[in-house]
Every structure is written in structure tokens, then in C-alpha cells.
């Protein structure tokens, strides 16, 4: 879930000039900030200390990102697959204002679960599966039990219903000797130990493995974005540690790391934009310096352009501890539904 950076918005159809040169020179930027960031950023890293055990592990990461950025840099097809991907969630932004929305509802996304292991206690049980598919539906549709907990300040802007459902529909199990994964997709290749994608177009494909580090630190888990549709790597890994309740560490325990790489799957960004006061593209979360760890208290003030107010900590897209997010937003509902409209980046998910 990583280092990002700000971007302005952009429509697609009826563009002036001078929106034109903001959509152009937002693609050119993506490629040079990508070699600007560093690994070994800490603060804005999915990677996680792992100097013992992973229960021990006290702030969240996730570098998807950061691998983003590195795709985009070495492709110029991803570049150009990400300016319409952000040009249609515009267009459909400003089509939902005029009362246009999706004609068949909520979407039910097929999910296959690709699971890696090398022990026995690596090999996530259905019940633990089912268990995870369960907490999507739960967090995405504001069924979960904690949204009573959303601040006063959020109610009016917290997402509801996002309108998207996940149903599982194969479980792929395969014992490998690698015994630590990195993030470099091996996983997601038979050649290499991992499994291969199921049709990645028609397919929400989450592999869940046994550990995985990068330059000695434990990651949680990394998601493609929706400029990835259908291609082999495209999906979602998540360590078996963090993937769904039942025997998970804490305090990322509640299925919440998957809740929050969908998001990335499904094209939400981290909510303080991956820069000091970044642009995550929404307008309904609050500008915050960058991300929040462990458990914060409601208000936590960040200033921002002189404009001093308590952030969204408890956003499913920021980096606090499972227990302490429970909430999505209107915007990043809007940002959902646009990818997996008829016209989206994700439509082929309805064809199954």
C-alpha cells in the first residue's frame, strides 16, 4: 500500500487546453516520481519491522504503490491504461451528479482464493476463507459491526452500501518449499512455485501465502490497481497471518488488510495521497499529512494549506491497526462503482 503522490484531476471527453496539458503532464509525472522514491521510506511503506515474530509487528504498511509506480515506470501501455482509467472515474463522477448510475445495482465480484503454503499452519482452512469473504461483505456493504463507531463529523459522508458483493468461487490450495515470498507476483506463477491466475479479467484472484518480507521487513499484503485488469499478475496477495479472524496476529486480526487491498484492487488510493498532504482523489477525505499507526483518538488534528481539522483515521485506506478502522467515504464509493460500471476498467468482472 504505498508511496503515491498528489495528483489533479482530470475529465475525459469535453477537455479544454489547458485540462488536456494537467492530463499529460499528470501521466509524466508518474513516471519520474516512481524514481524518486525510495524502499527504504519507512513511514510510507506497507513494509513492516520484522525483527521477531509478526505478532509483534506494530504498525501497518503495504507497497502496492510503490509497485504501481515501478510498472508504470517500465510501461508505457500501463501509463496510458492508468490516464483512462482516471479520465472514465472522472467522467463517471460527474455523470452520478447528473442522476446517471449503474443500471443493474450492486455488482457480485467472483473471487478465487489461490492459497501457498509450506506449512501446515500456512494453509489458510475454509472456514478461514470463508470467514475473510464474509468480512469483505461486511466492511463493504456497512454492515460491520463497528460503523456505529464513525464520528459524528464522517456520518454525513460516510459510503454506505458500496454496492459491491464478493462471492467465492474456487479455492486453489498448492504446497511449495519457498518458505518467504517477496513482492516481485512469483506467487502468482506455477513456473516459480506460485499458482497461475484464474482468467484475471473474470476474476477477483487473491493469493493468500505464508510470509512475506522485503529488505528484512514483514509485509501485510499488495494489490494491483485497475490499469492491471486481466493481466496475469492482476489481483490481490495477502499474508496467511493477516488474512481473515481465526488464528490471525494482531492487531491486524479482523480481515482488514484484505478490506483494504481490495480497495487498491478496485482503485482507492492510500487516504493521505502517499505525500504530505497528498491528493487521494477524493474530495470528502480530509487532507492529512501522512499516514496514521496503531490506534488513534478521534479528534487527530493534522494542518493542511492553514486549515487545521481532525483527519479520517478510521478509513479503511489509511494505515492505523484493524480495530480502528471501520469506514469508507462517499467519494471512494463513487471511485468503486465507476470501475466496476459497464464502461469500467472492471466490468469484465460482471461475466462470469
Known sequence: MFINFKCSKFIYGNLNIYDMKKLLLGVLVLGS????NSDNITNQSEDLSNTSESSNIVRRGCPSEEIRQEALKNSSELRQRFATLEANTERF?????????????????????????????????????????????????ATNTDISK?????????????????????????KTTTKSWRTNDAMKKASSGGIDATSPTNYLNMWVVGKMTSQGQTILGYATFPESAGLWNDGVVIAAP???????????????????????????????????CGNDLVDDTPTQT????????????NTCTGVQRS??????????????????????KTRIQSVVASSGARAGLRVY
Not at 459522508?157 to 458483493?165: A, L, R, T, W, Y
Request: charge should be negative; include cysteine.
Open 290 to 301: 501522512t499516514a496514521n499507526y496503531g490506534k488513534p483518538t478521534y479528534p487527530l488534528y
Open 33 to 36: 516520481l516512481s524514481s524518486c
Open 93 to 141: 463522477a460527474n455523470d452520478l451528479k447528473l442522476g446517471k448510475v449503474l443500471a443493474d445495482g450492486s455488482v457480485e465480484i467472483p473471487v478465487v482464493v489461490n492459497v501457498v503454503y509450506n506449512t501446515t499452519a500456512e494453509n489458510v482452512s475454509d472456514a478461514r476463507i470463508a470467514e475473510q469473504i464474509a468480512i469483505l461483505n461486511q466492511d463493504y456493504s
Open 242 to 276: 493477516f488474512f481473515g479472524k481465526t488464528g490471525a496476529s494482531s492487531p491486524f486480526n479482523l480481515g482488514r488488510t484484505a478490506t483494504h487491498e481490495v480497495g487498491h484492487y478496485l482503485n482507492l488510493r492510500h487516504i493521505w495521497g502517499d505525500a504530505n
Open 150 to 174: 464513525i464520528p459524528g463529523e464522517f456520518q454525513g459522508v460516510s459510503s454506505g452500501d458500496i454496492k459491491v458483493k464478493f462471492r467465492l468461487v474456487n479455492t486453489i490450495r498448492k
Open 311 to 332: 483527519v479520517m483515521f478510521m478509513n479503511y485506506m489509511d494505515y492505523v491497526d484493524d480495530a480502528a478502522m471501520f469506514m469508507f467515504s462517499a467519494g471512494q
